[in-house]
């Protein structure tokens, strides 16, 4: 008898922990507001484009598609947390901290806020807007202290909008997966090929916001293309934003793209502005079909959490004066100097959960098959159904590659700063994150 006792008081406990877990990470209704800016220099600032060496800090000639950045912030009244998405190659390391900043006297700080570079190699050098970047090196892009200040006040004022413009609202993920559509570009067999759409609609069905990820490199323009233009990121958008109507904005977000690349719609065209513009329209299309499916609820989980992760010494590939050395310009001495001036000893991972959506900040280029691992880890501890990487998060580190990879040589690893023991540094820290997000 007393041992039944004992159970049964067992059982009690053991309930009331679970009960008391489900309580702090029970569902919240939210609010959201959304808003968007055009970052698009004007071309008296002679804005440089980002992504490829050869330009040799050439600023852009012409504008073919506009770019922009965009805000998204939650809130349950307590706690708010903001996504911002821009057409943008990426963001060096002192423009967050510059922005929180700015932002700091209404409340924000550095774990409520993911900036989320889409990697459009026909947008701003990331460098241009680079504060700590003191070298004049072409190939990597020189300092341009008016680009900075045009670009700086307009992040800061769409977090502020879309904060001023907060609505009740439903929200709901789908996924789905489009083989074919991207490749290994070092000629693995590892791709990440799902489309995650969210959706985030006023109470009274309309739609306000949705989040599209899908990984591969906006490279369908090269070298030669001086057109600002958010390649098919920016066609992908705007296509979806026409499909769904009702005033509602896109916003899309890059995964470990590391080593993907856009696989070409059949019949696209010579043009590599055509060929752009038509992987973008259909990846929209397919994003239209997914959204159209997705359910959405009132009550949802809302966790955020940032989580400080040392970096492996810095250093470069042996191989590095094969690849990247020549496309760049640097050599071993440049490059001592360089390292520690603009790249940090540590990185901040940022995750959120909302609803069934959980993104993982990754602050670098990360190969797709450590992409994968951690998205399913997240899903295994948050239980959350769709985790997709937030990739180039807050601020571009380099390449992050397997260690097999890495010794294995090729372009990306002559862009890749920390040595072979990167990619399982920020694997372990991301894992580390989760588990305390989920607390």
């Known amino acids: ?26 569902a919240v209704e939210l609010s959201a507001g959304v808003a968007h800016v055009d970052i698009t220099p004007p071309l008296e600032l002679n804005a440089p484009l980002g992504g490829y060496g050869e330009r040799m800090n050439r600023p852009a000639e012409g504008v073919h598609d506009r770019i922009y950045a965009k805000a998204l912030v939650l809130s349950d009244g307590k706690q708010k947390f903001a996504l911002v998405t821009a057409d943008i190659v990426g963001f060096p390391p002192p423009v967050k901290p510059a922005l929180i900043e700015s932002l700091k006297a209404e409340g924000w700080s550095k774990q409520q806020l993911m900036l989320l570079a889409s990697h459009s190699h026909t947008s701003i050098e990331m ?15 020189i300092f ?3 680009v900075y200040e045009f670009l700086m006040p307009r992040l800061a004022q769409v977090v502020r909008d879309a904060e001023k413009s907060l609505v009740p609202v439903t929200i709901g993920t789908g996924s789905i997966e489009l083989a074919g559509w991207n490749r290994n570009r070092r000629g693995g067999s590892v791709v990440d090929s799902e489309l995650t759409v969210t959706r985030i609609d006023k109470l009274d069905g309309k739609p306000l916001t949705v989040l599209v990820n899908f990984t591969a490199h906006p490279t369908f323009m090269n070298g030669e293309d001086m057109l600002f233009s958010g390649d098919w990121p920016g066609h992908l958008q705007r296509t979806l934003e026409s499909l769904i109507g009702e005033g509602v904005t896109a916003m899309y977000y890059n995964g470990a793209e590391g080593d993907q690349a856009p696989q070409s719609r059949p019949d696209s065209g010579e043009s590599r502005w055509e060929r752009a513009e038509r992987y973008g329209r259909d990846v929209g299309v397919m994003a239209f079909r997914e959204w159209v499916k997705v359910k959405t609820r009132r ?25 990247g050395g020549e496309e760049y310009g640097l050599d071993e001495k ?9 790249f940090p000893a540590e990185a901040e991972l940022v995750s959120v959960h909302v ?5 993982v900040g990754i602050p670098g280029e990360m190969a797709a098959e450590l992409g994968l691992q951690i998205k399913a880890e997240a899903e295994q501890l948050s239980g959350a159904k769709h985790a997709t990487i937030g990739g180039l998060a807050d601020a571009w580190l380099s390449y992050i590659l397997p260690e ?4 294995r040589g090729g372009y990306e690893t002559s862009v890749s700063f920390y040595g072979p023991k990167l990619g399982q540094a920020v694997v372990t820290g991301a894992a580390r994150g989760l588990s305390k997000l989920v607390q």
């Open 355 to 359: 609803g069934e959506l959980l993104i």
């Open 299 to 323: 009550d949802v989980p809302f966790a955020y959490h940032l989580e400080l992760v040392p970096l492996p010494e810095r250093t470069w590939h042996p191989d590095f004066k094969k690849t």
């Open 1 to 26: 008898m007393g041992k039944l006792i004992c159970m049964r008081w067992l059982v009690v406990g053991i309930a009331i922990i679970f009960l008391s877990r489900a309580d702090r990470s029970s």
């Open 144 to 146: 341009n202290q008016r």
């Open 404 to 407: 097999a990879e890495y010794t």
């Open 334 to 342: 440049l490059l001592t100097e360089m390292l520690p001036k603009l």
């Open 127 to 141: 460098n241009a807007i680079n504060t700590a970047n003191t070298f004049q090196v072409p190939q990597i892009g």
